[in-house]
């Protein structure tokens, strides 16, 4: 009996030994010898769109603006609306392609689907690629050069229009990518504008 007993009591010690230590505290203890718990860290804030944005914008290509400009309403497949972006080559290459990304809203701050003249795809964060920019080191994109949208799309749907670049290669094959794009894309996509513009 004796032996049961201390095997039970043994058998606790451990059970409650083993549950401490497998819930460990953080503890402090004062000046009079008094345990002061330490509190649980702040969780951590998940960004706005605007901080996501801005940081996917800290990249050596410099997107200063993009819009989508008016076509031609006469000539609508010759003349589409376009997709103008300024952007200036920060890098220490010269730029032979880019792949961006193009997240668009509404008058109302509503998400658009993206609709471009080549894409085989609507998106509310739309990829496409310029495998042909040639842009040299210190140099910015031409003020005319443009992107066609399709020719069904209304302007009005297009007020906001948010391009990062995802990535770009140069002339000796060397690809940069830019993993906060990607995050900024996938949180953006199909959300509500809400942020200054």
Not at 115 to 121: D, G, I, L, T, V
Not at 163 to 191: M, P, R
Request: glycine fraction near 4%; hydrophobic fraction near 40%.
């Amino acid at each position: 009996m004796r032996n049961r007993l201390k095997i039970s009591i043994w058998f606790i010690l451990v059970l409650f030994t083993a549950g401490c230590a497998a819930t460990p505290k953080e503890e402090l203890v004062n000046e009079n010898k008094e345990v002061i718990e330490t509190p649980a860290p702040a969780p951590e804030l998940e960004k706005t769109l605007e901080q996501l944005y801005s940081e996917a914008n800290d990249f050596p290509l410099d997107i200063a603006t993009a819009a989508v400009a008016e076509g031609n309403e006469l000539r609508p497949y010759s003349q589409p609306p376009v997709l103008a972006i300024l952007m200036t080559n920060n890098s220490d290459r010269d730029i032979k392609e880019v792949t961006y990304g193009v997240l668009a809203w509404d008058k109302n701050g509503l998400p658009t689907r993206v609709h471009m003249m080549y894409a085989k795809e609507v998106e509310y964060a739309l990829e496409f690629k310029d495998a042909d920019i040639k842009l040299a080191i210190g140099e910015t994109t031409p003020i005319d050069r443009g992107y066609p949208m399709h020719p069904s799309i209304d302007l009005s749907d297009y007020d906001k229009v948010k391009v990062v670049v995802l990535s770009y290669e140069d002339f000796d094959g060397h690809i940069e990518t830019n993993e906060k794009a990607d995050l900024f894309l996938e949180k953006a996509a199909g959300q509500k504008y809400d942020w200054p513009y």
